[in-house]
């Protein structure tokens, strides 16, 4: 199996260290899974990576490193439907991981590849749900865990962080270039760093694709809306859809939508001037903070692999109201995940959606991860001392 640049098609081998094209300085993907087979096997007791493990080029898997991750639940979304006007609305839930994110799934796999090339030591430069994601795995897998984290991180991110114990690091200076930074002392101290669109993570996205097809009875969506930062996630959903359709699963790839925060929307703004690189984003400000990236790393390869009409980006206040919306379902996330339902409405505004689609939002994380964002909302809560509770109730809630 092989390692590819995602623009110049340079080759590198998938049995060594590599993240980047030295060419080009654009990420490396493998080589596109043509000839695969999901494992059926008993659900109950199968992990995620042994039943998909012919897309994986393992020579074997360790399912102690599990922490049961994926095999997330896709619901129907039948308040949306209503209330956007689309025929059919799916929820990916994807806060229904080990540590609430969908980061689990390329923690697990870059894992992997560090154990079969023998490394003992893994690391990640994050501010938000992949921090918590390596340091759990890492401390399961009895590896010894860097977490590269910015100076002025809120203490409700830290501690949740801290808890698993790795070697946590506050880092002054400029965060941007700490992704590069960390690639190089990863090198230089044999330490395997599973950024966020590191090859193996982006593997690890494929399995969103391959359940969503496996939910649906592989009868394909027309739209997969991703909340989209590095870039990783979707660039693995993609993959792993045209990997369904090379093992002939499925017969279309569905169209995929990247979705930005207009307070961060490097990949989104590049699409819409007629670009074909990306810019950073000089001052980003948005309550969706896992999708504040102002220089994705995989800005360029997202940008140049989508439909120019699939780019879209919504608002702190659309996105808040998306939140709502979600919680009318039952469905608590974080505000990066709103923002797939604000998308929708976006969408339809302008037309690319008409409403017979089919839809399925990917909700990549849990809301329980960041509280504050709730003070943007207005909550009703009442009070009433015991012995009036009973007229308290017949008098406010007929
Ligand atoms: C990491 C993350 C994203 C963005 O994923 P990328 O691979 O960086 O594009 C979106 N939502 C949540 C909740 C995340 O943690
Ligand atoms: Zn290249």
């Known amino acids: 199996m092989r390692l590819i640049c995602t623009k110049c098609n340079e080759k590198y081998p998938s049995n060594g260290l590599y993240y980047r094209c030295k060419k080009c300085n654009e990420p490396l993907q493998l080589a596109e899974v043509t000839d695969a087979k999901i494992i059926k096997n008993d659900n109950m007791r199968q992990s995620m990576l042994a039943r998909y493990r012919e897309f994986f080029p393992f020579e074997k898997t360790d399912d102690n490193i599990s922490l049961g991750e994926g095999f997330t639940p896709l619901t129907q979304s039948i308040v949306l439907q209503k209330k956007l006007g689309v025929s059919k609305i799916y ?9 609430w994110s969908f980061k689990d799934r390329g923690t697990l796999v870059g894992i992997m590849h560090a154990k079969e ?41 830290l501690a949740p962080i801290a808890i698993y114990n790795p070697n946590l690091i506050r880092v002054r200076g400029d965060y941007g270039e700490l992704y590069f930074k960390s690639l190089e002392i990863g090198r230089e101290n044999d330490i395997y760093f599973i950024n966020s669109d590191v090859p193996f993570r982006v593997e690890g996205s494929k399995t969103i694709a391959f359940e969503i097809a496996e939910q649906l009875g592989f009868n394909m969506p027309d739209y997969v809306i991703v909340p989209t930062s590095a870039g990783g996630n979707l660039r693995g959903i993609l993959k792993g859809f045209k990997e369904l359709k090379n093992c002939r699963y499925i017969e279309k790839v569905p169209n995929i939508v990247c979705a930005q925060s207009t307070g961060c929307s490097p990949i989104v703004t590049a699409a819409k001037n007629g670009e074909t690189e990306i810019s950073r984003v000089e001052n980003p400000a948005t309550i969706a903070h896992a999708i504040e990236n102002p220089f994705p790393p995989s ?100």
């Open 299 to 398: 800005g360029n390869c997202v940008l140049n692999s989508l439909d120019r009409e699939h780019f879209v980006s919504v608002n702190d206040d659309e996105i808040i109201q998306g939140q709502k919306l979600l919680a009318e379902e039952g469905v608590f996330v974080q505000p990066a995940s709103a923002v797939t339902v604000a998308a929708i409405r976006k969408l339809k505004e302008q037309r690319v959606v008409t409403g017979n689609e089919t839809i399925v939002c990917i909700v990549t994380g849990s809301g329980l991860k960041y509280p504050t964002a709730l003070k943007s909302h207005k909550l009703e809560i009442h009070t009433s001392n015991i012995d009036r509770l009973s007229s308290y109730v017949i008098k406010n809630f007929k």
């Open 91 to 99: 929820l990916k839930n994807e806060s229904q991981n080990p540590t």
């Open 117 to 157: 090339l023998g490394y003992r030591k893994i690391g990640t430069v994050s501010t938000g749900n992949m921090a918590p994601s390596v340091a759990a795995y890492g401390r399961r897998a009895n590896l010894e865990t860097f977490i590269f984290v910015k100076d002025d991180i809120a203490q409700e991110k």
